[in-house]
T-cell receptor, first 114, second 113 residues
Framework: EAGVVQSPRYKIIEKKQPVAFWCNPI?????LYWYLQNLGQGPELLIRYENEEAVDDSQLPKDRFSAERLKGVDSTLKIQPAELGDSAVYLC????????????FGPGTRLTVT | AQSVAQPEDQVNVAEGNPLTVKCTYSVSGNPYLFWYVQYPNRGLQFLLK??????LVKGSYGFEAEFNKSQTSFHLKKPSALVSDSALYFCAVLNTGGFKTIFGAGTRLFVKA
């Protein structure tokens, strides 16, 4: 079984530029999460989807961040415009319907904003 | 508010010795508790969880964790450490009222041969 796929793995952009991250969860997993992980810290939830519905986006900075999961499968997280403080690892995770408490994480996208 | 504390940034242990990685939590209601491991350039991997029942939970790769309600702790343990156990370990808590997992800052485990 393929794991959670994320692309790109690394991204370097200049501040004020836009950037997008893509996530394909494990097949059949209805819950999808986007997390932000700063160096030396644990992941922090940005948004959680149940199928195509964003059920918790309270921690998503909506002035510059947006996310979508149009068909309830893969998802895109966008930042526009990026700021220096956005440099971090962006993790995607998914959970199956029958084990909603277990999250399966992708390898993450390491973003560097210069 | 929910919180998780991992009081040690780093734990060093010799191969073959027992290891403990500490975690304490604060949550309203009954907690769901988790341990994840992160290897370099890889995502977090689920190790084990406590939902209810026996306070000693067994997980992957020979790890186990002990839930202590009175001390609000959920320490990760392994009887005999391997060099390959060297990684970053995260404790996490989910309160039954919401569905948001809070992660600790992580503890780096070094196992020396």
């Amino acid at each position: 079984e393929a794991g959670v796929v994320q692309s790109p793995r690394y991204k370097i952009i200049e501040k004020k530029q836009p950037v997008a991250f893509w996530c394909n969860p494990i097949s059949g997993h209805n819950t999808l999460y986007w997390y932000l992980q700063n160096l030396g810290q644990g992941p922090e939830l940005l948004i959680r989807y149940e199928n195509e519905e964003a059920v918790d986006d309270s921690q998503l900075p909506k002035d510059r961040f947006s996310a979508e999961r149009l068909k309830g499968v893969d998802s895109t997280l966008k930042i526009q415009p990026a700021e220096l403080g956005d440099s971090a690892v962006y993790l995607c995770a998914s959970s199956p319907r029958d084990s909603p408490l277990e999250q399966y994480f992708g390898p993450g996208t390491r973003l560097t904003v210069t | 508010a929910q919180s998780v504390a991992q009081p040690e940034d780093q734990v060093n242990v010799a191969e073959g010795n027992p290891l403990t990685v500490k975690c304490t939590y604060s949550v309203s209601g009954n907690p769901y508790l988790f341990w994840y491991v992160q290897y370099p350039n890889r995502g977090l991997q689920f190790l084990l969880k406590y939902i209810t029942g026996d306070n000693l939970v067994k997980g992957s790769y020979g790890f186990e964790a002990e839930f202590n309600k009175s001390q609000t702790s959920f320490h990760l343990k392994k009887p005999s450490a391997l060099v390959s156990d060297s990684a970053l370990y995260f404790c996490a808590v989910l309160n039954t009222g919401g569905f948001k997992t809070i992660f600790g800052a992580g503890t780096r485990l070094f196992v020396k041969a």
